[in-house]
């Protein structure tokens, strides 16, 4: 046995790579001078030349089993990604790209997202800092799971497992939280580094089919405006760690080839780092493994937990926990953080023969959290809002909101916009192509009648030349067409797009004045705002707005 050079595990005397830290063994030579240097060195020890780059970029750790074998318990592969920071970032114009993508990142996912969340919503409505309590179980193939201990953040273990990490849980354990936090840890290093890697946050619910290369440039191009050319390269060479959430909002029939997809980018693209988001039974069902270095699950919380984070709330909270004490099945329900955090909003300052009725109709099993939806949407609209006047009442709120849950949700949409919503129901027209292709031709007879109307008007031949030569110039010209389908295209297009937001206004089901509607929808902490997009504070609320028929969501 040997040792590794870098961080002395253990390692069989023909390892090439260290399967803990991911690090090539051995030594290279300069190709200038001949002299030995430790593997992975960028500058030669003798002559201080640079060093070519190490031409084996990837490996498999030693725990990966043949013939697709895995041991009970396993959820991934145990593949490892090594990282090779790719050339210095010289190129000023790419470099300010990759700081805009950043502020992109930190504004859309870190600022709106993770701490608009509604842990923090809760720790603002109670005055305390609660710290996120749940258990993580680290899975790592062919070994003995282990919980991670208090003191390791989600980036240090994201960092050990080479950058390559499953995080598995239940609806609403904190799967996307966690995710975020592993992005707002590589933000602050890329704010302080110019040459490290950049985060990138998707919602894998928008793919389909195809190779995920192609999936993650139209993604870049279309979430974060990136140019196309940018875009390519950075996902083919160590520029992005790749964040995917909601593998299990990916629609069933596709998830398998969703896992294949995500496995043959891994062999085939240099991605810097990835970490993936699943429920835990939706993966399980999928039956294929990701090739991922290591997994985590997240546990669902211990009631010791909730009790001390509901004796930390004080009076606003102790009717809950009073009820909490003596009633199963609000200790079943509440053992996520989402459930957590949505019950204690709803049920804040509750008095008790009122939460004695709620307690009563969540012992029928059907509809539980049907009903704690209802409670946390009941109890949105007579907590205080924001001081401005708002422009439905929350009945109309209620049915635009159950309106936009089953459209998003029938097209497989997590994060949306107003745009969104009604360019999806914009027929393709190609109106635009025939009316520029008309007019081309229109300048095409003026050319053959210039002549005569130029003798009809007795203008001096020069004037008649002119004029004919500026319309074959302009005829002739490949952009032509172009420019005039665009511009018929818009016009068309924006007389669609008010045709179906008047006949989605007269349908009663999404309004004409949406910004005010998406304004109100986010101060009732109803939905969120995810750079100039929006999302649901989370899918089970989308679910219970979905469940809605339109009298329920009539109020």
Known sequence: MKKCIHCSTELKDTAQFCSVCGKAQGSVACPACGAS???GAKFCTGCGGTLEPVQEIRMYAQTYVEGNVYAAGDFVTGDKIVYQAPPSRSDEREWLALQDLVRKVQHSWIEDVLEGSLHNVLQVELGFEAVRSWDMVLNIPKQEDRAVQPGESIADIFDGAGRSLLILGEPGAGKTTTLLEIARALVERAEADRNAPIPVVL???????????????????????VSEVYANKWVEV???????DGLDEVRQEHRAACVEAINKFLTTSHPAGIAVCCRTGDYEEIGILLRLSRAISLKPLALQQVDQYLVAAGSKLATLRAALQQDQVLQDLIRTPLMLSVMSLAYQETAPDDLAADTQRLKRPEGRYHHIFRAYVDRMFTRVGPPRREAFDKAKLIHYLSWLARETSSRNWTVFSADSVINARIPYSSAGRVLAVLLYWG???????????????????????????????????????????????????????????????????FPMDYEAFFAQAVGRILLQKVGSDYQFIHQMLREYFASLSPAQGEG
């Open 238 to 244: 160590w520029e992005l760690v790749v964040l995917l």
């Open 203 to 225: 919602n894998l619910s928008s793919w389909q089919e195809g190779t995920l290369q192609e999936w993650l440039v139209k993604e870049l191009v279309e979430r974060y405006q």
């Open 37 to 39: 240097n430790r593997a």
């Open 443 to 509: 300048f095409f007879l003026g050319v053959l009648v210039i002549p005569s109307v130029g003798a009809s008007l007795a203008l001096p031949p020069f004037w008649c030349l002119t004029i004919l030569l500026v319309f074959l110039a302009i005829w002739c010209s490949k952009y032509f067409v172009l420019a005039l389908d665009a511009v018929f295209d818009g016009i068309l297009c924006t007389m669609a797009e008010r045709r179906v937001r008047r006949r989605l206004a007269a349908q009663d089901v």
